[in-house]
């Protein structure tokens, strides 16, 4: 099966005037160990499918499917569980934890689990995002690029099935952000992971498989091995 797939998905937010529909029977498959670029204008439901599909948040219509697995029959713990093994996500807004250093903020995910990271795995992430000298630093001390950067290693610490990545190059310089990119695409490559972002960038979406697009909640375009002159 896809690594993750929409069958009629809908979202709405608020009630009354307040309503909003935020994604319309959207359908997508995300193929396993291949690297999905989500395009499209503000508000046009990017972030809400992102959400839905890493199981962040419950759709008001419609299925997700991780693998085989229906996310709406399982618990909220069960629900938990399945992200916190198989789903790596990096925010927007990063989400780090002020409290700690960049190097707790990384393995965290595996502290909470009461697991040690593999020491291997973790040099070659840090490395790869160019942040050893920034492992004692807290996020206050940090700039948003180191972050970011932050933010996508301790989504990558786990090595989850698959990544979702929201906007994930666009506070970076772009060698920065070219690095990065990099770093996901091997994922995918090298290590057969499942990748998916959302981005503005068409030199970013150009990295990826496939490009989904969307337009005021519906899926509008969708294509293969894209050029940068389609994503333009
Ligand atoms: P994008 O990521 O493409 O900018 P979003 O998924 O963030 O789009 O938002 C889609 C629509 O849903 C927008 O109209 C947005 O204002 C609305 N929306 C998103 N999150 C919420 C929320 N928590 N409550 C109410 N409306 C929301
Ligand atoms: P090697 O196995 O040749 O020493 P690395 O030091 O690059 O390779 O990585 C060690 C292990 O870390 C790999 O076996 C792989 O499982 C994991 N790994 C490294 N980089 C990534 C990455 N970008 N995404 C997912 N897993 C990775």
Redesign the pocket.
Same mark, same amino acid.
């Given at each position: 099966p896809p690594a993750a797939r929409a069958v009629g998905l809908n979202?709405v937010? /608020?009630t009354g005037s307040?309503r909003?529909?935020? #994604?319309d029977a959207v359908d997508v498959d995300i193929p396993a160990g291949r690297f999905t670029a989500v395009m /499209?204008?503000?508000?046009?439901?990017?972030?809400? #499918?992102?959400?839905c599909l890493a199981g962040l948040d419950r759709p008001s219509g419609g299925s997700v499917y991780l693998g085989a697995t229906a996310l709406d029959t399982l618990s909220d713990g069960q629900l938990t569980d399945l992200r916190r093994r198989e789903i790596g996500f990096v925010f927007?807004s990063f989400n780090l934890v002020p409290t700690l250093t960049a190097a707790e903020n990384i393995i965290l995910p595996l502290t909470i689990g009461g697991q040690r990271p593999d020491a291997a795995l973790l040099e070659s992430i840090v490395a790869a995002l160019d942040l050893a000298g920034r492992l004692g630093h807290r996020p206050a001390e940090l700039s948003g690029g180191q972050q970011q950067r932050v933010a996508l290693a301790r989504a990558l610490v786990t090595q989850p099935q698959i990544v979702f990545a929201?906007e994930p190059t666009g506070n970076l310089d772009s060698r920065t952000g070219g690095r990065l990119l990099g770093l996901m695409r091997r994922s995918v490559d090298e290590f057969g992971r499942t990748v998916v972002m959302?981005t503005h960038d068409p030199v970013a979406a150009a990295v990826a498989d496939q490009v989904l697009v969307?337009a005021d909640?519906r899926l509008v375009d969708q294509f293969s091995e894209p050029t940068v002159d389609q994503v333009l």
């Open positions: 979202k937010y /608020g307040a909003v529909v935020a #994604l /499209g204008p503000s508000g046009s439901g990017k972030s809400t #499918l992102m959400h927007q929201d959302v969307l909640g």
